[in-house]
């Protein structure tokens, strides 16, 4: 597995960024913006850029003829050791790039799992990371072999034989599925932990990476999770309490970054990580509204979302960096076109009190305050409600059980049966000091993840 592990890294490397515009796709004002971003987040050196249009991608290279000639020339004048497109290529045009140009080519899927892998931290984002690694190497076995031979046995060698080819294929395949069954078995464990907090109220930072997700949860919790000007600098989910005005303490989670055309497989291997935004009761979808491309960045987290399924859930738009914004005509686009967003920033705290606001109100209309009353034998409302509702309080007399608790308003219809009887809760909801917590959720967790 080594040598596949050679394949990727490129911290400290001098790269060259080549991004081609293909008819058809939306035009940007710096369309290598974004791959300078993610080759410096991965410790890159970056030593010349080159940018094409095509109607369509050369089968063979990817460039024309005359671009290929440019690159080459580009890739000796600066010494680079690196090429890295910004779009994504077939095994055979990455094998005829490496031949022309003399030098390792990568694709921006490649880069991002080499940001992932160095960052990863957690077992399960490492085995995330390797098996989207492995997946994507898969179809390409033969070209890193190409490259073995080369560095082993010098250009015109003969490659390794078809059966060592076949060996590693086998070997990469039962890792793969080894890798699967984990993460499988991960996933399970992970889906009922965060079901078992479902008597609280969970919110969850999705958004484009660097739109200041960790920034908004530090801000509200006044917690210290990391927070960088950087691409990817959160990989793993962090949960932490926040005391919402109005409605008492939420879990408010952070998770990974989404960034556009994220390679599906890697949202596949994080499906444990995104599970708490699956499961959240709301999402606080955070875009930089500073960033030119804020709108192709919102589209491109709705597509995640998507992908994920979770796209019909209760979201907040935030349009956070307000104090960043120097063109107003964008953010009046924005404000526009989302008229729900809630325009705050994280750095400077303004908002932040319209946004608590309106998380609250949000909650409010999809939950219900209610007591429910029923027989004390009556075991299983009892354990709906606590699996189901956020649990107040829980009182005893006459053979019959009340219990006060808020619950989503679809969760309440399984309880239309005889004998339980539902009525709204009149009077304060009880603030966090009084209310009776489940003894998995006691104050000293802090660090819920
Ligand atoms: N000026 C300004 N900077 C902000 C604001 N919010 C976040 N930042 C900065 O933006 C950068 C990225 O913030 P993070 O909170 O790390 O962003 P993130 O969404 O968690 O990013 P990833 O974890 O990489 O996906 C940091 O340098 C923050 O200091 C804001 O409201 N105003
Ligand atoms: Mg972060």
Known sequence: MKDLERQQGVASEQVVLVGVQLAGQPHEEEPLEELTGLAEAAGADVVGLLTQKREKPDPHSYLGRGKLEQLTHMVSGTEADIVIFDNDLSPAQTRNLEQATGVKVLDRTELILDIFSTRAQTLESRLAVELAQLEYSLPRLKRMWTHLSRMKMGVGMRGPGEKQLETDRRLVEKRISDLRGDLDKIHQRREREVSARNDRMTVSLVGYTNAGKSTLLNALTDSTVMAKDQLFATLDTRTRRWRLPGWGPVLLSDTVGFIKNLPHKL?????????????????????????????????????????????????????????LVEDAHQLHVLEERYPGAVKISAHTGEGLDRLAAAVSETLSENFLDVEVEFDVADGGTLAYLSRNAEVFSRAYSNERTTVHC????????????????????????????IRSLPSQLDDSIDDVA
């Open 267 to 323: 949202i596949a291997s994080f499906k444990a990580t995104l599970e708490e935004a699956r499961q959240a009761n709301l999402l606080l979808h955070v875009a930089d509204a500073s960033n030119p491309a804020v709108l192709d960045q919102i589209h491109a987290v709705y597509d995640v979302l998507l992908e994920l399924g979770i796209e019909q859930k209760n979201t907040i738009l935030v349009l956070n960096k307000a104090d």
């Open 406 to 433: 808020r619950i989503p308003r679809a969760l309440l219809r399984p309880l239309e049966r005889e004998g339980v009887i539902v009525r709204e809760h009149e009077g304060e909801t009880p603030d966090a000091e």
